[in-house]
């Protein structure tokens, strides 16, 4: 798993204070808890963790292990591709195989106390992102679907709030 690191947060551009604190009042908005989030044990077989994704409805969930500490992701296709032989699909094999022998364990996770622009980073490149705390147990994860909703307000409401006046010169035009 990839921790949140201060050379990664260095090199992030920083949101405006103004914007980011807007975002930030959605904090617990957008922050799904833990017992919200669908999941499978580490134990469990693949047999088992298809059956929770299909009737969750999702493609990619957390993985944790018996004291809820957050131990991978497990997502469809790395399912379908644990049971895929050379010419045929081989379904008598997923409850012979168990999540921890597929599931990825290089994703990135952030604490609890996570910083905006390293969320909104992380995003870009994946669909969500789990939140720990420091023990490594699951408090929830942070979508791009909930982040998105936290933006859309702050699109909205911004220009209500502030009075904006355009710089001569602006960096962006640079
Ligand atoms: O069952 C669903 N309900 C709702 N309301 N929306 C869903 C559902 N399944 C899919 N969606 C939509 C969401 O917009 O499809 C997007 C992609 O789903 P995914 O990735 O590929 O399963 C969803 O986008 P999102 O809300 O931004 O969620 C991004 C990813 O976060 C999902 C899934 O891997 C994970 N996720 C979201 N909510 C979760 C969850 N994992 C476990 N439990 C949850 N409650």
Known sequence: MTEQSSWMKEALALIG???????MESRE???IPAEKVANVGIRNTLEHALLVLTNAGYTVIPVLDEESRLRGILSI???IRAVTGVEAFDFDKLG?????EVMTTEFPVLK???ELEMVLHLLVQHAFI???DEDGVLQGIVTRSELLKGTNRVAHVFESMYDITKKEESPIER
């Open 17 to 23: 204070e103004k914007i980011a604190a807007m975002l």
């Open 29 to 31: 908005d957008f922050l």
């Open 77 to 79: 296709p790395a399912i």
């Open 96 to 100: 012979d195989i168990t999540v921890e």
């Open 112 to 114: 609890e106390d996570f």
């Open 130 to 132: 789990c939140i720990t």
